[in-house]
């Protein structure tokens, strides 16, 4: 059975700095692409960020430069640093693997507020 568990998320104010962080069990970051989403109040999950097999990283353009999306193979782990964050990327974020979904993680909060 896949299972994701995100953690790190937070409050933390306009243009600080935050890492969060996605256990994943039941499949291996070195044969799956995986990625970071995020659902904000009132609109629908998007998919932000995403990392091969091989390593090669994506990224939907409003995180572009602030966040980076990394892998730690040892411990089938994804992280996602996120830098410079801004009232609008408030959210729930959650990770899955984004060519074929698995079941959803409880995600982490994360808000971004003064």
């Known amino acids: 059975q896949v299972r994701f568990v995100e953690s790190g998320g937070g409050l933390v104010q306009p243009g600080g700095s935050l890492r969060l962080t996605c256990a994943i069990s039941?499949?291996?970051?070195?044969?799956?692409?995986m990625g970071w989403f995020r659902q904000a109040p009132g609109k629908q999950r998007e998919k932000i960020a995403e990392?091969?097999?091989?390593?090669?990283?994506n990224y939907v353009d409003s995180v572009k430069g602030r966040f980076t999306i990394s892998k730690d193979k040892a411990k089938n782990t994804v992280y996602l640093e996120m830098s410079n964050v801004k009232p609008e990327d408030t959210a729930v974020y959650y990770c899955?693997?984004?060519?074929?979904?698995?079941?959803w993680g409880q995600g982490t909060l994360v808000t971004v507020s003064p």
């Open positions: 990392i091969s097999a091989a390593g090669m990283t």
């Open positions: 039941g499949v291996f970051v070195t044969v799956r692409t």
């Open positions: 899955n693997a984004p060519i074929a979904l698995e079941n």
